[in-house]
């Protein structure tokens, strides 16, 4: 079974082999029971969890001395891509626990905290969050108020935190907090990443948001009461947590970029089917040049966006400098593209597309979120720009 993405790379046969078994599952598993889960919005699916992670897609980065699969960064991508298609809600999910949680542990865990979670997280045995957004501190994430207060050698933290994918059902959430002290602000030097299990005693999931679309995710608030953290539950340096965040959001958007293009592409296989069957004036809609022109339009774009990602994949695999503006550009032109594409769709199916008959109007709801999570695009425009006239030798 070929997958989607076209990349010209002649991938490794087991890269060829996961992405066929990321197909399958997405035709077979995700793709029918997509319009459930959005339907039961207040169920979170931990049958289909339970499948990805005894698949291995719950671990493609972790390395295989930690039981997962090793995947390069490309085959991981195209994955997600598969994996939006089926479902943007459960993909969004897995992107969560791959990109941010599991970077953060390989880049900078030690030792002894990667051999306690990877294996249990790349199994599939323990699902992992990242909570760094409060409801003060959103594209201005550095400013969270979030306290982390030393006592002899443990942490205790003392806030709210809101927008948490995984957040109820994660049995481990990355969660960021300040360690510098209200009277010495340091701004983003001053912000620690602790490891913060289930039931840890003060830790206690809350509201759960009733979202537009992605409803297949669960996205919550989360509650920290003097939670009691071991020293060992803080990752490297106490006062370094918020660029460990920055650097794991930089191939997190990758992730985001990936599924945007899955949620476009179903759009398109939607679309296309339709036209091509429905008749009127005595002939499919499809035929007409007008239509054509509309399909022509999405996939061009589903491509430009494609290459993009694959672009700032390479940038990012080589270390080239380039690969942080790489990586918006990527998520800001194929979210903007899912956006097209799905709206396309809509109107391509006429009143079967504003229908929850058919799948369009979800994708057309899963895809707006893609413009807004992981950095609004606004912020990626600014950040492309301002990191672009670095690269030519500017200094802000
Ligand atoms: C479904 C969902 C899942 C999420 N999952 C997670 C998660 O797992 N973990 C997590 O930590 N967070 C998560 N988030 C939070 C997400 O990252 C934030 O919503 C996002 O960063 C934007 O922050 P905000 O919502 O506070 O918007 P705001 O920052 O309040 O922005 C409001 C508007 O102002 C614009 N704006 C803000 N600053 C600027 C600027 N400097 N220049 C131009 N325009 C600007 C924004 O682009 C936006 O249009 C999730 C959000 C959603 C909706």
């Known amino acids: 079974m070929e997958h989607r993405a ?9 890269s060829k082999q996961v992405l066929a078994l990321a197909r399958q599952f997405a035709e077979e598993r995700l793709r029918p029971t997509a319009a459930e889960r959005d339907a039961n919005e207040e169920v979170f699916d931990t049958e289909i969890h339970a499948e990805l992670g005894a698949l291995g897609f719950l ?36 992107s969560v626990h791959n990109s941010l949680p599991v970077s953060i542990l390989l880049r900078r865990g030690s030792e002894a905290q990667k051999q306690a979670w990877l294996p249990k997280m790349a199994r599939g045995e323990a699902l992992a969050a990242f909570s760094l957004s409060e409801a003060g501190a959103g594209t201005d994430a550095a400013a969270l108020r979030t306290q982390a207060t030393r006592d002899g050698a443990d942490w205790i933290l003392n806030g709210e935190k809101m927008w948490v994918t995984n957040g109820a059902a994660a049995d481990l959430v990355f969660t960021f907090a300040r360690t510098d002290s209200p ?9 620690g990443a602790f490891l913060v299990p289930k039931g840890t005693d003060g830790f206690s999931a809350g509201k759960k948001e009733r979202k537009m679309g992605q409803r297949g995710s669960e996205t919550v608030a989360l509650s920290l ?10 990752i490297g340096d106490a006062d370094r947590g918020f660029s460990y965040a920055l650097e794991a959001l930089e191939g997190g958007r990758l992730g985001i970029a990936a599924q945007a293009l899955g949620i476009a592409s179903a759009a ?34 589903l491509e430009a966006s494609r290459g993009l990602l694959e672009r700032a994949a390479a940038a990012h695999s080589v270390g080239d400098p380039r690969a942080r ?3 918006s550009v990527a998520k800001l032109f194929a979210s903007e593209t899912a956006m ?11 009143g079967y597309g504003y229908s929850r008959e058919y799948p369009v109007e979800r994708l057309f709801r899963d895809a707006k979120v893609t413009e807004i999570y992981e950095g609004a695009n606004e912020i990626h425009r600014s950040l492309i720009a301002r990191q672009f006239y670095r690269e030519k030798g500017g200094d802000t």
Not at 6 to 14: A, M, N, Q, T, V
Not at 225 to 234: F, Q
């Open 268 to 301: 398109i296989d939607e679309a296309m089917n339709y036209a091509r069957t429905r008749e009127q004036f005595g002939r499919p809609v499809g035929t007409f040049q007008g239509m054509e022109f509309k399909l022509g339009d999405m996939i061009a774009r």
């Open 340 to 350: 097209f594409v799905t709206r396309e769709a809509v109107q391509a199916l006429g």
């Open 325 to 327: 503006r790489l990586s």
């Open 183 to 191: 009277e010495d602000r340091k701004g983003s030097r001053g912000i």
């Open 59 to 94: 671990g493609m980065r972790v390395p295989e001395e930690y039981d997962g699969l090793g995947l390069d960064l490309l085959t991981y991508l195209y994955v997600l891509e598969e994996l939006a298609w089926g479902d943007a809600g459960v993909a969004v999910s897995v």
């Open 6 to 14: 076209f990349s010209g790379i002649d991938l490794p046969e087991e």
């Open 225 to 234: 009461d003097n939670v009691r953290l071991d020293a060992d539950r803080l």
